[in-house]
């Protein structure tokens, strides 16, 4: 992987895998304390933009939704 052409988003993606090689138990840490630091970033930093916002789109029809019904 060639370190001198990485978008800060791909160095931050690679420290986090060089982490999670060097300390496999702290994966497993997070993995039970994530419903305790869940944020935004967590849910959508896998999805592309459009997926991000048909997800948002959902999220804020349900709430319009559930408003309507209660």
């Known amino acids: 992987m060639q370190k001198n052409n990485e978008n800060p988003e791909d160095t931050r993606e690679r420290m ?21 630091h869940m944020n935004l970033v967590d849910l959508v930093g896998g ?16 709430f319009f939704i559930l408003l309507i019904i209660v």
Do not use: S
């Open 47 to 62: 999805l592309g933009w459009k997926k991000a916002r048909l997800l948002m789109l959902v999220i804020i029809l349900a």
């Open 16 to 36: 986090r895998q060089e982490e999670l090689k060097k300390n496999p138990g702290g994966n497993l840490n997070d993995g039970f304390n994530r419903d305790d």
